[in-house]
C-alpha cells in the first residue's frame, strides 16, 4: 500500500478529515458481521453475495457499500446485518435473502420485516438494532465500535477517531500524566484478578532494569467465553493503540501480543493491524514525530488453559513450556527474561485509549465505587440471547440475566449463574441482585472472571457442574504442583462416584478438605481457584450433594447413572412420537397401545422426554424412588371422552 | 545486608536474598522438602515446605523454598493450617508412591509425622501408580547441574509424566546422577534394573521406541 508515515498530531486529524471526505454523506453501509459465531453460519458468504448483488444490481460503491466487520455480539441471532445509517438491524440473515435485501432495503429504503427480530415476549418485530431488548440495556464503549469497523481496514478505525489517543498521550502528555490518568481511573485488570492497572504500570516503570517489556493476555479459555476473542478480531486497533500508550507511560519500546493459536482470525487480524499501523507510523521509530519508538510482536500460543497465567505466559513467549512459576517477586518487577514486564487482558488494554481521551473523571463516572467502567461478558448457557453483552460495572446479575439475557428458555426456572469460569463459582438465585463488582462476586465465593457468564436453568445438576468444571482443570493445569494436581485428580474420582451413585460418607468432608488445601498451598492461580465450583456448590446446593450420596437421587435428574425415564401409562396416548425418536429402540408399543421403556436398552439419552407434547407430559424421569412396572403387555391406550 | 527475621518465635539473621528455607536451616529450623535441592533453581512444586508469613497484620501461606526473606518477616513453620496441608499433600501423593500396600522413604517418614492417612484416597485412584510424584529432580539436575536434559517433563495436568529422552539417555549408562536424587526411590528401582516409563535405557538406545 505504501501509506505515508504519520509525523504529527496535524498530520494525523488530516488523514481522518481525508479518509471522511471520500464518504458521501448519502452513503448506505451494510455491515455483516463476519465474527467467528456468524462465520460458521456462513457470514462471509453472505458478505461477499452483498458486494456482487451490489454491482449486479446497478448500485455505486460510493453509495451503497458492503463491509465485513467483526462480532457484533448478537450471537444467538446471526448472521447480523445492520444497515446504516438507519441502523436497520436484520437476524438470521441466509444467502438467498441477500438479493432482496438490496432491492428493497438498499435501493427502496423498504423494511423486510420477515427478517427483524422478534421480541420473544411481546411477538413484536424490531426494526433497528438500538430499539433490541438486548442491546438496549447495554453500555457499549469498548465492544460498540465492532459493527462500524472493518477490522482488516485501519482507515475505518481512524476515521471514527481512532489513534487520536495515542496522539495526544505522546504529543500533549509526559509519561508521568498518562500513568496518574489510568491511576486515577481505577481501571482494574479485566483479566480476572481485577488488580489496580495504574498500579501495576506503576511497578513496571519504576522497576530496574531494561528492557521492560508489555504484554497483551489474548489467551482466553474459559469454556463458554469469547470477550477478548472477539475484540482482538473485531477492533485490533483499538487493543494496539492502548497498548502503545501504556508502552510510553511505562518506557517499554518492545511489546507482544499473546494470541492463542485456536483464534486464528484473531491473530490474522492482529498481524494484519500492526502492519497498517507499522505504515501509518504508529509503531516504529519516532512514532507521530514524538520521539518515542515501540515495536510489538504476535506470539501464537500452543499452550493450554494454563498458559493465560502471567509467568506461564511469559515463559511461553520465552519459548519455554507454558508452565507457572513462583512470583513472589512480581512479574512487573522480574517476568519475562527476569525483566520488568507488564502484562495486561485485551479488554484492559482497549480501555486504555477511552480513558486517555475522555480522562479519569468520565470513567470514574461509570460503576461502583471498587470497580469503575464497564464489563464485557459472554452470557451464554440456559438464556434466550446468548451473546456478548457489555455492561456498566454495578448492573445486577438478574439485570443482565433476565433484561438484557431475556430470561431463561422454555419458562424454566434460573437455578444458578457460574461467573469466572472454571476459578470462578455458582452464584443461586437468592444473589441475583448481586451488583457485578470485583469484589461483590468474590465475597459470594465466585470472582468477576474474565466474564464468561454460564447460566444454568433447573435441569443441571450442580454436583454434575463441579464435575465438569473440575475435570476442565484436570486436563488444562500444568500438573507441576502437588496439591493442584493430585488434587483435582482425586476431587474429579470423588465428584464422578456421587454422580453415579457411588458416593460415600464422608466425601463432602474429603472435598471440602482438599479444595482448601489447594487453595492454600497451590502454586498459581490456576490451582488456588481450581476448587472453587466444587466449594461454591457445596455452599449453596449441599442437599443436593447430600441427596445424591444418602438417597442415591439426583434431585435436577441429570445424572444418568441415578434417573430412570418411564412412561406413564395413564397419560400416554400412544402417539408414537417417543417410538419413532428413540435411537436405541428402548420403547415399546404401538398405535393405540400404551408404550413403554425397556430399560436395558435406555441410554437416558432424554430425548422421549423431550418429545413427549407437552400437553401430554407423559415421560417422567424419576430419580431416588423405585420405577414402577410397565403396563401389562398390550394395554390400550384410554382416551378420555370428549366434553 | 543483614535481614532480620522470626522464624518459629527465634530471631534469625539472614542475608539479603536468601529464601525462607535457606534461612530456617542455617538456624537449625527444620523445614520439610521434597523436590527441594540446595544445587538447584527453586522450583515450588510439592508445597510440602509451605509456611506462614506474617505482615503488616497478614497472614499468608507461602511455599518457604521460593519466598525472600524480608526484614523483620514473622514465620511460623508449624500451625494446624500448615500441618493439615501437609497431612493432605502425603494422603494424595501417597496412592501413586504405594508398593505393595505401602509408602516408603520421605513420604513415610512426613506420613508418620503428620498423621496421614496413606490410605485415605486411595480407592479413589484409579490411574496407574507411578511411583513418581513429579519432584522433577531428577529433570532439573540433569538440565542445571549435568547439563544433559536426558530426562524431561512430557504430558500435562494429571497426565503429565517424567521421561528419558531416547536419543539422550545414552549418558544416563554412565552418569546416573540423579538415582539418588529421587525421594520415592522410583528411578532406582525401575530405571537401573527393568524399565522406566515401559522401557529400559537399553531399549531406548536399541530403538525399540
Redesign the interface.
Known sequence: MGNQKLSSAKELEELRKEILSKRRPDRIVVTVCTGTACQTYGSLEIYRKFANEIKKQGLKGAVVEAKATGCHGFCEQGPVVVIFPQEICYVKVKLEDVPEIVSATLTQGRVIERLLYEDPVTGQRIAKDPDIPFYKNQMRIVFGNNRYINPREIDGYIALGGYSALSKALLQMTPEQVLEEIKKSNLRGRGGGGFPTGIKWETTKNAPGEPKYVIVNCDEGDPGAYMDRSLMEGNPHAVLEGLIIGAYAIGSHEGFIYVRQEYPIASENTIQAIKQAEEYGFLGKNILGSGFGFNVKVHRGAGAFVSGESTALMSAIEGKVGEPKMKYIHTAVSGMKERPSCLNNVETWANVPLITNKGAEWFNSIGTEGSKGTKIFSLVGKVNNTGLVEVPMGMTLRQLIYDIGGGIPQGKKFKAVQTGGPSGGVIPEQYLDTPIDFDELTKLGSMMGSGGTVVMDEDTCMVDTARYFISFCCEESCGKCIPCREGLRTLREILSDICEGKGQEGDIEAIEDIAEVMQDASLCALGTTAANPALTTLKYFRDEYEAHIKEKRCPAKACKALTSYYIDPEKCTACMICFKNCPTEAIHGSKGIVHWIEQEKCIKCNTCFEVCPPRFSAVRRISGEPLPPPPAHGTKVIREKKR | MTITLQIDGKEVKAREGMTILEAAQEAGIEIPTLCYHEKLK?Y?????C?VEVERKGRVR???SC???VEQGLVVRTRSP?ID??RK??IE??AP?TMVDGDVAGEIKKLAKEYGANIH??KS????KPTRC??C?QCVRYCDEVVGEHAIG?V??????RAAFFPEKARVCLTCQACFDLCPTGKIPAETDFVVFDGFSIDDYLAGKL
Open positions: 527453586p515450588g512444586a510439592c508445597r510440602i509451605s501461606i507461602v511455599a521460593g519466598y525472600p493450617r493439615r496441608i493432605v499433600i494424595l501423593v501413586t485415605r484416597f479413589r485412584f484409579r490411574a510424584i513429579l522433577g517433563f504430558g500435562r495436568g494429571i497426565e503429565r
